[in-house]
């Protein structure tokens, strides 16, 4: 019964070279791998995703399913008996066309893979990328583009290819980060004393502040009205937001309390005829 049923779809003939019943058995292949597919993806989800980066795990998982599609639409063609070969020349002259005015689409997506598999930067990391004046922490990293959160809440999408073709510069792949502010002494004042004055104030009023590698104060320029003393203190990296932006603050503080001068420029006017 079952085989008689076969041969009178064999027998009816849709298109030269396709029957009802090839395009039954075309349909059942692409039931099945759509079963395999959705099979597959979760599989990776549970077992290898949690192992990878979330935008890693997407992407792979995105490129398993319907890598596993387009195979089964083959065999799919291949056993309804459809003759691809005309399709494939004219889809080759308008591939061409379609790659000189995608360019940039293709660069972007090679830029992404690239990214993804040397991991510069993880989900969630600050990142800062100086050449594009772009800082922020990463969202994610999609086929096309990355996102990034900047510090004043918006979020910037950045084509992939302008990342990997920047200096990446990341700001929390270290347990620790060195913040630096640069003050002036008036030429009259002793530096050693501000110095130490500088250093108390900080070790006694900032415990974010590390004491080890503990502050250093570097004479970083003799100016036209003032001794510029760089000032280098090693922190945490969570707490950034506590030293970076009160350190000026509690350094002038401390000259203040000791007397010591931060002078502003001047300028002595002499007049020829005296």
Known sequence: MMFEFLDSLNAIELT???????LFI??????????????????????????????????????????????????????????????LVAGG????????????????????????????AKQGDSIDLPDLNISGTLVDISTFSIRIRRFDGTIIRVPNESVFTT????????????????????????????????????MMTMPFVLSLPKPEFRIKELADSSVNIEILVWHPREDWGEVAPKLLKVVKKALDDNHIEIPFPQRVIWNGKE
Request: hydrophobic share 50%; no cysteine.
């Open 16 to 22: 030269p070279g396709m029957t009802l019943l090839s």
């Open 26 to 87: 075309g349909g059942l292949i692409m039931a099945v791998g759509l079963i395999i597919a959705r099979t597959v993806k979760l599989l990776f989800t549970k077992y290898y995703a949690p192992k990878l980066s979330e935008d890693s795990a997407k992407n792979i998982g995105k490129l398993l399913y319907f890598g596993i599609l387009i195979i089964s639409f083959l065999v799919f063609t291949s056993s309804t008996g459809i003759d691809l070969s005309g399709l």
């Open 93 to 120: 002259i308008f591939g061409v066309v379609i790659g000189f005015a995608t360019q940039s689409v293709v660069s972007n997506l090679i830029s992404g893979i690239f990214l993804m598999i040397e991991k510069p």
């Open 167 to 202: 200096p990446i510069r990341s700001l929390t792949s270290s347990q620790v980060r060195r913040s630096e502010a640069i003050v002036g002494i008036a030429y009259k004042e002793d530096i050693s004393k501000a110095i130490t004055a500088m250093e108390t104030e900080i």
